[in-house]
């Protein structure tokens, strides 16, 4: 599959997995554009397969509830300091 199919494909995952709207799961592969997730992906074809978009999928949304759980704790800690 092509690199721009790929991306459409662990898009369409993270929407039948995690129940996301279409629009939080395009932010989210946007997102890890931006931060260069993928840049092996577009360098290697052969990576760009189902399995490796199931893979990504899960990561990219375990990264997105980590980061939002970290946050939560830290706004806890400076209203506890208050």
Excluded: G, W
């Amino acid at each position: 599959m092509t690199y721009e199919e790929y991306l459409d494909e662990v898009t369409t995952i993270l929407t039948e997995l995690y129940d996301l709207e279409d629009a939080a799961a395009i932010k989210l592969v946007v997102d890890a554009q931006d931060a260069e997730f993928f840049v092996q992906h577009d360098d290697k074809p052969d990576m760009c397969t189902l399995e490796q978009a199931k893979k990504d999928a899960v990561t990219l949304f375990e990264a997105k509830q980590n980061k939002s759980q970290t946050q939560k704790k830290q706004q806890q800690r400076v209203r506890e300091k208050k």
